[in-house]
Every structure is written in structure tokens, then in C-alpha cells.
């Protein structure tokens, strides 16, 4: 007797979602006891487990919008990696604009003073845009040359802070190659171009004639042609190079 209320039961319930094909409620009704049973504990299972993920889901999500709401608060205060790493944001989004504001990517990263300061940015970018990658956004977001220059600008810098946001790198490496990156641009992929922006951030971190000289010999090294004559034919009188450096102290 009990058996048959059990079965009875399972029915009432299993039932209703097979009743709309005949050809599934003939095959309920060949099943014994036991595989109705069975049958009824998977769907039950399988409902408990759905909303097992769906609560750790809905968890997860309301953790996450509070870490980045404490993030955003910090980003207004004191906290200079989560300012940076709105910045970035800032300039992925170029208030609404197409495309992405370069200047302002650059220069965030340039006021990272070191390696360790930017993976600091790398965690608060995470926490306040809820698992974002700030190395993938800026390949995504910026020209492959672009990219090159704002990790040659990271690579340039210290591995640790001394406390300073304005630290003086001395990288004649770096600077060769955020060069040719810039007289390497290409528009919309394939038309070249020249960044003359970049060109002016790398000048105005050049501090001497002697680092100037210094850096053109590692470009003649790296990329076999004269650094003053790529920049002659790139900027086409449209940027004094010449009278840039002649401003500079020569040591």
C-alpha cells in the first residue's frame, strides 16, 4: 500500500511535465516503481543544483559590486593605483567618443613610477570593473604600436617606487623604441602615420644632448638606420626636433 501512494505520488508529480507528449507518457507508464523513483530524485537534483548556482551566481555578483564600490570610493581619496586605474578606464571610454584617448593613457601610465605601483593598478582595475584585465584592454583598445609604447613605458620604470610620482628614467632602450613604434604608426591598421605625441613624450623625458645621442646609437643598433634621419623624413619640419634638443643641457 504505501508503495502504491509513493508511486501515486510520483506520478502527481513527474507527470505534469511529460503529459504534453503521449509518446513520453507511454513510456512513464512502462517504467517500474523503483525507475520512476529514480527518475523523479535526478529531476529533483537537478533543480537543487540550479539554484545552488544561481544563489552562488547572485552572490558573487553583489561581492563583486561591493568591492567596486569601496574601489570607486578610493579612487576619490588618497588611493593613487585605483585614481590610475580609472584613468585608464577614463581613457579606454574617451567619454563616449570614438576610439580611445591615447594622450590620457600615456600619460597615466607615465605617472605610474614603478612595476610595482602598476600591478597595484592591475588589481584595482580588476576590482572595479569587476574582473577586467588592463593589459588585455590596452592591446584590445590601442593600435599594436601604441601598445608597444605604453610597455616599453612600464618596462623603462623601476621596480619599486622611492615615493615619488615623478621619477627621472634614464632608458635610452626604451626611448629607441617608443621612437620607432611612433614613426611606425599605422592608421585603421595599414595606412601609416606618425605619432608626433609620442615623439614629443619621449623628447620632454630625454633630459640631455648626451642621452639624446645615447639613444640614437641604440636605434642605429636595433633598427639600422640614423634616428635624426627617420625623425627628418617622419615629421617633416612639423615638430623642431633639432631646436627640442638644442634646449637641452648637453650632459
Do not use: C
Amino acid at each position: 500500500m504505501e508503495s502504491e501512494a509513493n508511486s501515486k505520488k510520483l506520478d502527481q508529480t513527474v507527470t505534469p511535465l511529460i503529459v504534453a507528449a503521449p509518446e513520453k507518457q507511454k513510456l512513464w507508464n512502462s517504467l517500474s516503481d523503483g525507475q520512476r523513483k529514480l527518475f523523479a530524485s535526478l529531476i529533483a537534483g537537478g533543480v537543487v543544483v540550479g539554484v545552488a548556482w544561481l544563489i552562488i551566481w547572485l552572490v558573487d555578483r553583489k561581492i563583486k559590486a561591493y568591492r567596486s564600490n569601496l574601489e570607486e570610493n578610493k579612487s576619490f581619496g588618497a588611493n593613487k593605483h585605483a585614481t590610475w586605474a580609472k584613468q585608464f578606464k577614463q581613457g579606454f571610454d574617451n567619454d563616449g567618443w570614438w576610439g580611445t584617448d591615447v594622450p590620457l593613457v600615456r600619460q597615466t601610465m607615465k605617472s605610474i613610477p614603478s612595476k610595482e605601483d602598476f600591478k597595484k593598478v592591475q588589481d584595482s582595475y580588476r576590482v572595479l570593473y569587476r574582473g577586467a584585465n588592463l593589459i588585455a584592454d590596452l592591446s584590445d583598445e590601442l593600435t599594436k604600436t601604441e601598445y608597444e609604447e605604453m610597455l616599453a613605458i612600464k618596462n623603462s620604470k623601476p621596480e619599486k617606487s622611492k615615493g615619488s610620482t615623478n621619477v627621472k628614467i634614464y632608458d635610452p632602450a626604451g626611448w629607441a623604441k617608443r621612437l620607432h613604434a611612433a614613426m611606425s604608426y599605422t592608421w585603421v591598421g595599414f595606412l601609416p602615420g606618425t605619432d608626433e605625441d609620442a615623439i614629443r613624450a619621449v623628447f620632454q623625458e630625454i633630459p640631455t644632448q648626451r642621452a639624446f645621442y645615447a639613444t640614437a646609437t641604440v636605434y642605429l643598433k636595433n633598427y639600422g638606420t640614423h634616428l635624426w634621419d627617420d625623425l627628418d623624413g617622419d615629421l617633416n619640419w612639423s615638430m623642431d626636433w633639432r631646436a627640442i634638443l638644442k634646449k637641452k643641457p648637453k650632459k
